[in-house]
């Protein structure tokens, strides 16, 4: 039972210790937030400069197309009003031709600041794309102390991640389920280690009979407070 809960307590430490590398790996150091973030923010001009030209690109087509398809029905107006025998039928044929008339000329204009966008955003576009590589390059350079740092984390990490699948592993399933409901139930603190005589999760002392139950190491305790698992480890008590 000793080798169990030391067992459970390594295995807790592991799992807490990824859960810190992780967090510390994965935060920008308070020094490098603000290069990082005006960094990020130069890359996500770009992304965003790249989409609206396609998008603008895409509303030229359109308007390409209407306006194509309004000269056609232009010209068939313009035939029908040709061809009219009546007054009434003529002022009708003149009012569709204005109508068409005015959707041209908005269309074109349309297509006109369409054309003056894409072209102003290809240029910022091209300059943008020249300087980014330089920017990335440089960037990185201000990052690779902690670039490093987070590589020695990973290797760190996939080390204890080895050990943790090992230790579930080798604890009984029934054990191991305990353990797991209790780490998601107390916030990751499934074993409180008891120092002085004392759980050193809640503080609440523990009963003297429980203290040598738990030096004798020949059955689960828990904590009469905070019901967590309690470890003892002559060393540390």
């Known amino acids: ?22 967090k510390r790996r994965d935060t ?5 937030v603000e290069v990082d973030r005006e960094f990020q923010e130069r890359v996500q001009t770009v992304a965003a400069l ?8 895409l509303e030229k087509r359109k308007a390409d197309g209407e306006l194509a398809d309004l000269k056609e029905k232009l010209k068939k107006y313009q035939a029908q ?37 894409i072209e102003k955003a290809r240029a910022d576009l091209d300059e943008r794309e020249k300087t980014l590589p330089q920017e990335t390059e440089a960037h990185e350079e201000r990052l690779k102390d902690w670039r490093a740092e ?10 204890a991640r080895e050990e943790i699948a090992r230790l579930e592993a080798e604890i009984p399933p ?12 107390k916030h990751g603190l499934a074993v409180a280690l008891v120092t002085g005589s004392s759980c050193s999760a809640c503080h609440v002392k523990v009963r003297p009979a429980a ?19 309690l470890y003892y480890e002559p060393a540390s008590s």
């Open 211 to 229: 203290m040598q139950s738990l030096k004798q190491g020949r059955e689960i305790l828990y904590c009469d407070s905070c019901k967590r698992i």
């Open 174 to 185: 029934r054990d191991r389920a305990e353990f797991r409901r209790l780490i998601d139930k």
């Open 50 to 57: 790249k989409a609206r030209l396609s998008e603008a690109e």
């Open 150 to 159: 987070q590589r020695s984390i990973n290797e760190q990490l996939d080390g």
């Open 28 to 32: 920008v150091p308070d020094d490098l």
């Open 81 to 117: 009003l040709r061809a009219v025998a009546s007054s009434r039928e003529y002022s009708a044929a003149l009012n569709e031709i204005d109508g068409v008339e005015k959707l041209i000329r908005s269309t074109e204009d349309r297509f006109l600041e369409l054309e003056e966008e």
């Open 1 to 22: 039972m000793t080798d169990l809960l030391g067992q459970l307590y390594r295995l807790q430490t592991r799992i807490r210790f990824v859960q810190e590398g992780e």
